[in-house]
């Protein structure tokens, strides 16, 4: 039982952040990117897809770079499409997405 609890503020968090509006503050990605390691880890891949969605929605900082590698992986099983597209703009310079 204390298992299935871990993480689960920071994800009740995340599923705040999924409907609010994006407005640059640092801490958001880290926020949906943990969170979103939290879901893969369970195996829930649409909640990873969710909040790594939501996380690229968020002006661009420092170390979100990653995140459309991470998102394409995440994708992959159930949205190839989406995966070839993130898999490819995380190859392409930051200044050129």
Same mark, same amino acid.
């Given at each position: 039982?204390?298992?299935?609890?871990?993480?689960?503020? @920071?994800?009740? %968090?995340?599923?705040?952040?999924?409907?609010?509006?994006?407005?640059?503050?640092?801490?958001?990605?880290?926020?949906?990117? =943990?969170?979103?390691?939290? %879901?893969?880890?369970?195996?829930?891949?649409?909640?990873?897809?969710?909040? @790594?969605?939501?996380?690229?929605?968020?002006?661009?900082?420092?170390?979100?770079?990653?995140?459309?590698?991470?998102?394409?992986?995440?994708?992959?099983?159930?949205?190839? %499409?989406? =995966?070839?597209?993130?898999?490819? %703009?995380?190859?392409?310079?930051?200044?050129?997405?």
């Amino acid at each position: 039982m204390a298992r299935a609890r871990r993480g689960r503020p @920071l994800e009740e %968090a995340a599923g705040h952040l999924l409907a609010a509006e994006p407005d640059g503050r640092d801490w958001v990605v880290g926020a949906l990117c =943990a969170a979103a390691r939290l %879901a893969a880890a369970r195996g829930d891949s649409e909640r990873t897809v969710a909040y @790594l969605r939501r996380a690229l929605r968020e002006p661009p900082s420092s170390g979100q770079e990653i995140l459309p590698a991470e998102l394409g992986r995440a994708e992959a099983p159930a949205h190839p %499409a989406a =995966a070839v597209r993130h898999l490819c %703009a995380s190859r392409r310079p930051a200044g050129s997405r």
